[in-house]
Nanobody, 124 residues
Framework: QVQVVESGGGLVQPGGSLRLSCAAS????????IGWFRQAPGKEREGVSC???????YYTDSVKGRFTISRAHAKNTVYLQMNSLKPEDSAVYYC??????????????????WGQGTQVTVSS
């Protein structure tokens, strides 16, 4: 059974850091494009970052220089390291997998598997 699970969210002060994890069961993440999305209350879900199977990365402008997406091959996990967090980064963060799209950025509709989300709150 294919399953995608996010973890690592929490409450952090402005300027702080968090590392989100996206773990999968039922398939190997190395072969596919992985995306991170976020959704704040009352707002649409937006793409934050993604990584292709060959390691090419993409970041939305608002997180460039602060967030880093990476793979941990042995753990079948993709991380999103978030530094210099701002209150506007607060949202539920979702991990998604595309088994059919190999370049990044991946269109939203091309992601087939989604996790349940993890809450990130940046507040003093």
């Amino acid at each position: 059974q294919v399953q995608v699970v996010e973890s690592g969210g929490g409450l952090v002060q402005p300027g702080g850091s968090l590392r989100l994890s996206c773990a999968a069961s039922g398939f190997t993440l190395d072969y596919y494009a992985i995306g991170w999305f976020r959704q704040a209350p009352g707002k649409e879900r937006e793409g934050v970052s993604c990584i292709s199977s060959d390691g090419t990365t993409y970041y939305t402008d608002s997180v460039k220089g602060r967030f880093t997406i990476s793979r941990a091959h042995a753990k079948n996990t993709v991380y999103l390291q978030m530094n210099s967090l701002k209150p506007e980064d607060s949202a539920v963060y979702y991990c998604a997998v595309s088994t059919k799209y190999y370049s990044v950025p991946v269109p939203y509709d091309e992601y087939e598997y989604w996790g349940q989300g993890t809450q990130v709150t940046v507040s003093s």
